[in-house]
């Protein structure tokens, strides 16, 4: 864990740590939940890579349908995304859109695609429930306020086009109302979205890696794959020195993806993507900020997320960096500009953890699953990982156990990548800025 590297910053606390806040309350059990790697057997059922959500969902279905499940991760249980993200949960509809997946996919699978996306929701929510994993799930909401007057009219379109498609509580709130859901004149009105809501990310990675271990899985850290080949019916995965077989591999490294999986890195994007906690504070002020306890964000193309924290004494805020690596002191002060734009009355509180992660996006901006090479995969959630993960980690495991419920809406899709793209978006800094002069304008 980091220390705060320049702690003369006014904006930061002075114990400032470059470190996902959630690790707070969930970092002792990641550890003890992380098996050593002289643990690793020669031979298993089913080889899992990457302990996130995708990875330990995967690893739940399969371990109670009787697999021997080995899973891996190159750091530890968690260590990507899934202890790092905002922890905001909803159907995450299309990053296209509905007309944009209609456009590029056609009607009939614009709308499953989207149904899908509800249905994500759902499975997460009562996948919590039946498990009982303690993570702070709370279904308050979110308020999306528009960044431009005419963002107004663009999000009423988008809220009518999807409520013709799902069934999505949503409802309009002009600007005139807006400080009833947000305590902040920084929008142009906005909309609710009334099922979404927030969850602790790293206490529900922590909860759902238990329950996998319950169920028989074992889960290895600081065992990175670093090559894999076939023999006959037989996988030969490479962790260093040692050699594991095993009958079927699942590859959920996501944004984290690795060069020892060419043909899935060259269909990613990873975009970098961080966050800040403030300093513990009043929870008034929080209750003032948040009055409803939702999530809140805006229509701006770098988009902007945030939450008050669990235990309502913080805000959490994320947007996207302008580096491909992690550089905490550039993202810490942007993002701290933006949370104090929105929330004058943060002026004065600092900030007491800025960290940053990789999404996984894809070249159609659609999550993809299926098999490649007898490898099985589901990855690319596009930002919206938390519910898409778990639900399509579900799936991706019963596809491999020959069971037909594992079929999604995303089966047919080809998972492309771009001629002479290698798997690292040198060129998104530029297009990057493009879209914060954009904003501004
Ligand atoms: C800053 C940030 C904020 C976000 N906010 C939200 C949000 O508010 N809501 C939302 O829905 N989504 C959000 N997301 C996205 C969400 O967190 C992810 O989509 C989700 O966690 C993906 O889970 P995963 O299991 O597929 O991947 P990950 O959790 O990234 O897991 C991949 C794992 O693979 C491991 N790995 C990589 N290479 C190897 C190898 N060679 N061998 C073994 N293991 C390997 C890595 O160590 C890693 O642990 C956010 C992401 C970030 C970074």
Sequence with gaps: MASNPNVNSPHLTADFRNDSYWLDAAGAALDDLTGAPETLPKRTEVVVIGAGYTGLSAALELSRAGRDVLVLDAVAVGAGCSSRNGGLVGPSFHKLGLDGLKKSHGTKKAHSVIAESRDCLEFLVDLIE????????????????????????????????????????????????????????????????????????????????????AAGARIVGQSAVTAIRREAATFVLAVGTRRIEADQVLVATNGYTPPALGWFRRRILPIRSAMIATEAVEPSLIRELSPKDRCLGGTSRLMLYYRPSSDGTRMILGGRTFHLDDRPMSY????????????????????????????????????????????????????????????????IAKKMMGDPQGATALDDLDFKTKPFYTGTPWFLPAILRWHAFMDKR
């Design 332 to 395: 810490t002060k942007d993002l701290h500009g933006q949370l104090v734009r929105i929330f004058p009355q943060l002026a004065e509180v600092r900030i007491s953890h800025g960290w940053s992660g990789t999404v996984a996006y894809t070249f159609d901006h659609v999550p993809h699953i299926g098999q490649h090479k007898g490898l099985y995969y589901a990855m690319g959630y596009c930002g919206s990982g938390v519910g898409r993960s778990t639900f399509y980690g579900n799936r």
């Design 130 to 213: 039946n498990e009982n994993i303690d993570c702070d799930l709370r279904r308050s909401g979110r308020f999306r306020g528009a960044d431009k007057p005419e963002h107004y009219e663009d999000l009423a379109r988008e809220v009518e086009g999807l409520q013709k498609a799902v069934d999505l509580e949503a409802d309009m709130v002009p600007r005139t109302e807006q400080r009833a859901e947000i305590g902040s004149d920084a929008y142009h009105g906005g909309v609710v979205y009334h099922r979404d809501g927030h969850l602790h990310p790293g206490q529900y990675v922590a909860g759902l890696a238990a329950r996998a271990a």
